[in-house]
């Protein structure tokens, strides 16, 4: 059963922009949605590893919320063990272009967050005195 999750908007002129957000504001939601979009269907562990710092209950947590919210599907198999994929819901797909937005807006402006456009923590290490060296 889902949850009356955006009962508390009262309509006014942001209401609209509140109950978007809502369904997005979530730590890793917008994320989860932007991979699925751009890797289509995916099984847990494929998200997990796309989200080096999620937790398994969190992710699960937030996969839960998207689903209840109709932005994913969730597809379970009848086999053991049990396999379960995750798929953008037609709904989701509505968000594409905002997905995409949001994508090009944080690549535009990534660097006023103190992370070199670009830059991808996980192909760098670090030297002696702590500073990014690129990996090679």
Partial sequence: MAK????????????????????????????????????GTMRFNAIQRHLCKVTPRMLTNQLRELEEDGLITRKVYAQV???????LSPLGNTMKPILLALHAWGDENIGLYGKPHGHDPRDASTDAQGQLQPAE
């Fill in 4 to 39: 009356a999750r955006h009962s508390r908007f009262d309509c006014s002129p942001g209401c609209s922009v509140e109950a978007a957000i809502g369904l997005i504001d979530g730590k890793w939601k917008s994320v989860i949605l932007f991979h699925l979009m751009k890797d």
């Fill in 81 to 87: 063990p049990p396999k379960v994929e995750y798929s």
